[in-house]
């Protein structure tokens, strides 16, 4: 629940003022994405790539930080690529 409301906010402030208008009563995050996706809005990859590493458990909060810090700008498919390999470390 609390994922939710964090992820609505964050997709909220990411859109325009207009599209933002049409949405922000809307009390899910995936409900929101729904609807950007009928209207073929797309969330940038920044923005997914962000949602991603901050949705990594806890005990990643070193690789987190990592990540965030990183000077390089991944891709969804780079980030997903690291992830697997650090996963693959981990064990």
Excluded: Q
């Excluded at 409900?31 to 458990?57: C, M, N, Q, R, Y």
Aim: hydrophobic residues 35%; charged residues 30%.
């Amino acid at each position: 629940m609390d994922d939710d409301i964090l992820c609505r906010g964050h997709i909220l402030n990411a859109l325009s003022n207009s599209v933002y208008s049409a949405h922000r009563a809307s009390e899910s995050a995936k409900l929101i994405v729904s609807d950007l996706k009928i209207v073929e809005i797309d969330l940038s990859e920044a923005f997914k790539v962000g949602v991603t590493i901050s949705k990594l458990p806890n005990s990643w909060n070193g690789y987190k930080k990592k990540l965030k810090h990183d000077d390089k700008k991944h891709s969804l498919k780079s980030l997903m690529h690291h992830l697997r390999i650090e996963e693959d470390s981990r064990k």
